[in-house]
Every structure is written in C-alpha cells, then in structure tokens.
T-cell receptor
Framework: SQQGEEDPQALSIQEGENATMNCSYK?????LQWYRQNSGRGLVHLILIRSNEREKHSGRLRVTLDTSKKSSSLLITASRAADTASYFC??????????FGDGTTLTVKP | EAQVTQNPRYLITVTGKKLTVTCSQN?????MSWYRQDPGLGLRQIYY???????DKGDVPEGYKVSRKEKRNFPLILESPSPNQTSLYFCASRFVGTSVSSSYNEQFFGPGTRLTVL
C-alpha cells in the first residue's frame, strides 16, 4: 500500500449529511493536500495544510492535521449530490516526492 | 487560461512501439511530475522534475523516461511499451518554494492520457 492511506474506502450518505474522510501517513511531511477527482478526470486541488498547522477551512471543507498521530481528516459539511467523487490525500516532501493514497469514493444520494 | 495540457488524450498502441506523451504548462511552474493511475487506486508517481535539466525517479519509474529541456514541457517516453503500462496517465505542475499563500504548492493536473498497450 502507499504512504497516504484513506479511510473509509467508500462512503455513501444522504444529501445534507456531513462526510468525514481520514488519511494516515508514515513518514514526516512538509504539507498534506486533499484533492477531488470526478470519474476518470484530472484531480482538482481542494486544500493544503502545512505541517505546522492544525486546522484549515475552505467553504464547506474543514481539514485537520495531527502530526503526532500522522493523520489528517477532511470534513465536508452539508453535502450535496455534486460532491459525489473520489477524494485523495497527497503527502509532499521538500525533496519533491508526492505520494497519494488510494482514495475514498464518496456517494451523496439526493 | 492557466492550464496543463497533455497529448494525446487517448492512445492505443502495440507492445514495443515507442511512444511519447507530451505535457506542457503555461504557469511558469518549476516543478512537473508524471503519475499513473490504475483502476481503484490512487496516483503513483513515475518521475518528477524540480526544474529544467533536473529529474528524479518517483515510486514506479521502470519502463519510463522523461526529459526537461524547457521549463514548460515535460514529455513522458515509453521506449518499449508493454501491456502492464496500460493505464491512465496524469501530468501535473506547481511552484517550488514557500509562500504566505496557503495554496502556493498546490499541483495543477492535466486532463489525463488513457493509454492501452496491446
């Protein structure tokens, strides 16, 4: 498996509910990023959190980072059907390597 | 429009026939990278480049070559493609260094190239 591991692999919720996805990693990071991918298309950057930050917000997105536990979570509040996609965390090092997890597939039912 | 372009978008080829997938970005990014994505999996990094004439191996470099002669271009070369290189390929770019902007290091992705090797 890869360095960034998402949990759960799949998540199905009703519109309006909150969705929480988790990401764990094994080695130290410079920053951790979350991306969204609609089926078979390119990834779109959602939010970046640096190793010295604990929480970031962007609209309905909230990301937390716990470096002691080597984990991050992405919370999407008041989900919409349009949020249906795969979500990936990516770990970045200063040296340029970038490692993605296997993703969480989110389905939001109308 | 700021973007990363890849060509071709779709390619079907045969084992052993050399091919090149081009990648170009217009954002003056120093960093460029190639990834492959297989069904149900995340992206795996093939090669990356921190700047012109500087390239490094990612996690799955075997069977691939890259070059970075110009800042905007980062072609991916498969000298002798094999069926296990059938995959969806993405190119990405970003700035290097740090900035007060929280999104400074975000990667911008191309639309992907779906490659089938028969």
């Amino acid at each position: 498996s890869q360095q960034g591991e998402e949990d759960p692999q799949a998540l199905s919720i009703q519109e309006g509910e909150n969705a929480t996805m988790n990401c764990s990693y094994k080695t130290s990071i410079n920053n951790l990023q979350w991306y969204r991918q609609n089926s078979g298309r390119g990834l779109v950057h959602l939010i970046l959190i640096r190793s010295n930050e604990r929480e970031k917000h962007s609209g309905r997105l909230r990301v937390t980072l716990d470096t002691s536990k080597k984990s991050s979570s992405l919370l999407i509040t008041a989900s919409r059907a349009a949020d249906t996609a795969s979500y990936f965390c990516a770990k970045a090092t200063n040296a340029g390597k970038s490692t993605f997890g296997d993703g969480t597939t989110l389905t939001v039912k109308p | 429009e700021a973007q990363v372009t890849q060509n071709p978008r779709y390619l079907i080829t045969v084992t052993g026939k050399k091919l090149t997938v081009t990648c170009s970005q217009n954002m003056n990014h120093e960093y460029m990278s190639w990834y492959r994505q297989d069904p149900g999996l995340g992206l795996r990094q093939i090669y990356y480049s921190m700047n012109v004439e500087v390239t490094d191996k990612g996690d799955v470099p075997e069977g691939y070559k890259v070059s970075r002669k110009e800042k905007r271009n980062f072609p991916l070369i498969l000298e002798s493609p094999s069926p296990n290189q059938t995959s969806l390929y993405f190119c990405a770019s970003r700035f290097v260094g740090t900035s007060v902007s929280s999104s400074y290091n975000e990667q911008f992705f191309g639309p992907g190239t779906r490659l089938t090797v028969l």
